[in-house]
C-alpha cells in the first residue's frame, strides 16, 4: 500500500468511499443505501453510490472506476441494477408468505417480517401485469401469479411449482446479466 501523501485526490476519495461501503456492509448486510444515505462519519454515501452506478453504465470516469475497483464493489455485493434487487426482494417476500399461507391472496396493508410492504407491493404488481408495464424478464416470470382471479387460483398453486419458477427466474436473470456484459 501507499502512504496517503503518496495518492491522489481520486485515490483518497476512494478510499474514503470504500470504506463507507465496508462499513455499510457489515452494519446492514448489503450494498445498496438510498440516494440519501449520509453515514456516521458525514460520508453521503448513497449518493455517491447513485453516482457510481451511473458512471459505470455510461462509461464516464473509467480512470476512476477501474475494473479493479468495480470487482473491488462486486466482492462487498454492490447492487448494481436497483430495480432487479428491489424486484428479487419483494419477489422472494412473495415465495415466503405462498410457502407460509399456500396463497398470494396478501391483504394490502401486510408487512412481512423483515419490512417488507409486501401486500402493496403484490397489488401494484397486478396493476402493472393488468396495464401491461413490466419488464419483459418480470413480466415472464410473473405472468402466472398475477393474471387469475386472487383466490381461486392461488389456493391451487402448488408451492413446489413457485420455487421452480423462482429458480428460472435466476436463471433468465443470469443469462441477461452475461448477455448484457458481452
Known sequence: TRRSSDLSVSDLSWERYYKACVDYKEKYGELSP???YVD?????????????????RSG????????????DLDALG????????TFEKFYNGAVRYLQE?????????????????????????RLYRKNGI?????????REYFTRPRKRYYKTTNIFTAVERQLEYMKIKKKLRNAEKH
Open 60 to 71: 464516464i470516469k473509467a480512470a476512476y472506476l477501474t475494473d479493479e475497483r468495480i470487482a
Open 40 to 56: 456516521d462519519n458525514g460520508v453521503p454515501l448513497g449518493s455517491w453510490i447513485a453516482n457510481i452506478r451511473t458512471n459505470r
Open 134 to 142: 413490466f419488464l419483459e424478464k418480470q413480466a415472464k416470470f410473473m
Open 78 to 85: 454492490m447492487v448494481w441494477e436497483v430495480h432487479d434487487f
Open 34 to 36: 438510498v440516494r440519501n
Open 101 to 125: 399461507y399456500g396463497d398470494l391472496d396478501i391483504p394490502v396493508g401486510y408487512v412481512d417480517s423483515e419490512g417488507l410492504r409486501l401486500g402493496s407491493w403484490v397489488d401494484r404488481m
